[in-house]
DNA sequence: TTACAGACTGACTAAACAGTCGGTAAAATT
DNA sequence: AATTTTACCGACTGTTTAGTCAGTCTGTAA
């Protein structure tokens, strides 16, 4: 009955199959059961909602990692845990992770405040400076190692993507390609 | 005067600021300096305009590539020539590089035929299946292990277009993620 | 029970768009 | 030299599009 939530949702599976000047507005609306006009009560302008699309699915998913992810034991289970929730919410999520791919190499992230994704990533990068200044992983620029370890996971995310393995082999591969990420950053 | 290179060019450039379907055909046309019809007399449509450009780069990738890159004494400096050559050809080429991310998660990226795309790869594959049979690198798929190189070199991409580096410390940087890389595949 | 606000509608419009077409000029083929 | 083919032009068009607007419906609270 929410119509703001059944227009996103339509315009996350629109926009993933046709792309985002690909996908009209009106057939947003139509595939949201909603009328026209109603979109733009919501959302400005398509360019709002294509904005509003990734901040709603990026708390949802920061909303998603907090709740699974808990301290654990030693740093490198910590690590671990954060790597297989990551894993864990683009499979259970794929379009809203194929979305974000999307609009990530588009022009539309230059809309995003550089400050807003700093403030994102800081638990990260402080999670990964405790992890240098304790001589558990290498001494490298925070945000270096963090890129290094998004594109590792998101490579993942691509082969199993890609590929239907059963719940066993998925997990065998994200444990193995754990430990190679592990190796990467010690 | 080659008024298919000026309309590819302008697209390109085009096509990473405003994106496929947010830059006109009539703007491309512009900025090339060609005539609106001239556009269409070179691309059937504007979707085919957009592969064409996409081709076009990857091939031009690929002759540089094996330009630049002839196998070394060792597996292993022959796959960081590899490394080197394909982080070098994104440094030199932004544009390209950029409107390359953007096409592969955009739903265009579904018009390139797989076996095109596996036919680019075999090389790789090959390479890296050799490096397994001689026990040189962990024998993992070689699909996941390709996937998690590519991964990697457009990790460092992204750190290295992000910043403004001295060549000397692109280089250290490169040397020292190869290393990484190299920890994370042995 | 009336008054008001905000949700919602869908027909509408002005602008933008991809692609056409009739034509010219130059190059290639005969 | 004649003919055909190809490169190129730019005004034009039918359609599609984002966004508007005048007004209806629904709930709430005075």
């Given at each position: 009955m929410d119509k703001r939530k059944q227009i996103l949702d339509a315009a996350l599976k629109l926009f993933v199959e046709y792309g985002f000047h690909g996908t009209p507005t009106s057939l947003i609306a139509k595939e949201a059961g909603v009328a026209n006009g109603t979109l733009f009560h919501y959302f400005a302008t398509k360019d709002a909602l294509v904005i509003a699309l990734y901040v709603d699915i990026k708390s949802r998913m920061s909303a998603y990692l907090s709740e699974q992810v808990e301290v654990q034991k030693t740093f490198k289970d910590t690590i671990r845990e954060q790597y297989i929730a990551s894993v864990f919410w683009a499979l259970e999520n794929r379009l809203e992770y194929r979305f974000t791919e999307q609009f990530k190499t588009?022009?539309?992230?230059?809309?995003?405040a550089p400050k807003e994704i700093e403030e994102s990533l800081k638990p990260y990068y402080d999670m990964l400076n405790r992890g240098i200044s304790e001589n558990l992983?290498?001494?490298?620029p925070v945000d270096l190692l963090f890129t290094l370890i998004s594109s590792q996971t998101s490579g993942l995310n691509q082969y199993l993507l890609n590929h239907q393995f059963s719940k066993t082999k998925q997990h065998q591969v994200i444990s193995d390609t754990f430990e190679m990420l592990w190796n990467m950053i010690t």
């Open positions: 588009s022009p539309f992230f230059a809309q995003i992983i290498k001494p490298q």
